[in-house]
């Protein structure tokens, strides 16, 4: 599965931006897609996961009641519409493919495939 994510910018503290995250060559059935973040001088942090099928999802405590994942199967594609942004979510945000437990949704090492990664700047 090769992935694609797009949709950052730049945008005002309190403003909000969409992702979208897009499967090529391959599908997101069976797989948990997750969405997670690195900041500059910082380590790759989870924000959230969406289980394709059902539709479990889960959230990182730093985003959550902000964030929310959803998908449009018949686009074959995960958003991450992320609002009330926060100059601390400026990050490089990208989206992975993965069959981790719902207890596990939170670790990168489970993830297979990895987007290039899309840059989201939140100025104060």
């Known amino acids: 599965v090769q992935l694609q994510a797009y949709g950052g910018g730049l945008v005002q503290a309190g403003g909000f931006l969409r992702l979208s995250c897009a499967a090529f060559?391959?599908?997101?059935?069976?797989?948990?897609v997750g969405w997670f973040r690195q900041a500059p001088g910082k380590e790759r942090e989870f924000v959230g996961a969406?289980?394709?099928?059902?539709?479990?999802?889960s959230y990182a405590d730093s985003v959550k009641g902000r964030f929310t994942i959803s998908k449009d199967s018949a686009k074959n594609t995960v958003f991450l519409q992320m609002n009330n942004l926060k100059p601390e979510d400026t990050a490089v945000y990208y989206c992975?493919?993965?069959?981790?437990?719902?207890?596990?949704?939170?670790?990168?090492?489970?993830?297979?495939?990895w987007g290039q990664g899309t840059v989201v700047t939140v100025s104060s």
């Open positions: 060559e391959g599908s997101f059935r069976n797989y948990v």
């Open positions: 969406i289980k394709w099928s059902g539709g479990t999802t």
């Open positions: 992975a493919t993965g069959r981790p437990v719902l207890s596990a949704y939170n670790q990168a090492r489970l993830y297979y495939y």
